[in-house]
T-cell receptor
Framework: DAGVIQSPRHEVTEMGQEVTLRCKPI?????LFWYRQTMMRGLELLIY????????DSGMPEDRFSAKMPNASFSTLKIQPSEPRDSAVYFC?????????????FGEGSRLTVL | KNQVEQSPQSLIILEGKNCTLQ??????????LRWYKQDTGRGPVSLTI?????NTKSNGRYTATLDADTKQSSLHITASQLSDSASYIC????????FGAGTTVTVRA
């Protein structure tokens, strides 16, 4: 398996623009997580899905953020409108039996810079 | 207050030397504790996993220990190599994952 695949790897945009980050989880994994990582706050959970259904979105900062998982092999994280404070690395991770072993398989991340 | 605290925040060591990273947690009980390694520009990768009842687990030159009484875990790196330069993140799993902020290790030749 190619692992968790994220795109784009780098995104530079201007304040107010819409940003869409994409993720393809490992086949067979039934959990998908979106994390944000900054120097100040480390890794923060934004939202996670189980079998394509959002389970906990309490980490989503505000209404400007939304995430979807239309099928088992694809998820998106959208920011509209984007702000400079959204600049961070966004990681997608997938897992199976997350409540048991809890091992997360991370993608390479999408580095977002909002000017 | 974060339930998982790591120390030091960063450290620099010479190639070939040993070092120990600390993880103090308040989550208890828990299912397991993992150490992840995150290379610059990459996603974290699991190094070791320990259950609540385990005391030590090795993965090559990496050895993790767990003391459930003091609620501490450590990650010991033996004979460090340049490729060990990375951030190391402690994660406690009580069916909700609690992440430490990480320790950045720099190995110099």
């Amino acid at each position: 398996d190619a692992g968790v695949i994220q795109s784009p790897r780098h995104e530079v945009t201007e304040m107010g623009q819409e940003v869409t980050l994409r993720c393809k989880p490992i086949s067979g994994h039934d959990y998908l997580f979106w994390y944000r990582q900054t120097m100040m706050r480390g890794l923060e959970l934004l939202i996670y899905f189980n079998n394509n259904v959002p389970i906990d979105d309490s980490g989503m900062p505000e209404d400007r953020f939304s995430a979807k998982m239309p099928n088992a092999s694809f998820s998106t994280l959208k920011i509209q409108p984007s702000e400079p404070r959204d600049s961070a690395v966004y990681f997608c991770a997938s897992s199976f039996l997350a409540g048991n072993t809890g091992e997360l398989f991370f993608g390479e991340g999408s580095r977002l810079t909002v000017l | 207050k974060n339930q998982v605290e790591q120390s030091p925040q960063s450290l620099i060591i010479l190639e070939g030397k040993n070092c120990t990273l600390q993880c103090n947690y308040t989550v208890s009980p828990f299912s397991n504790l993992r150490w992840y390694k995150q290379d610059t520009g990459r996603g974290p990768v699991s190094l070791t996993i320990m259950t609540f009842s385990e005391n030590t687990k090795s993965n090559g030159r990496y050895t993790a220990t767990l003391d459930a009484d003091t609620k501490q875990s450590s990650l010991h790196i033996t004979a460090s190599q340049l490729s060990d330069s990375a951030s190391y993140i402690c994660v406690v799993n009580d069916y909700k994952l609690s992440f430490g902020a990480g320790t950045t290790v720099t190995v110099r030749a």
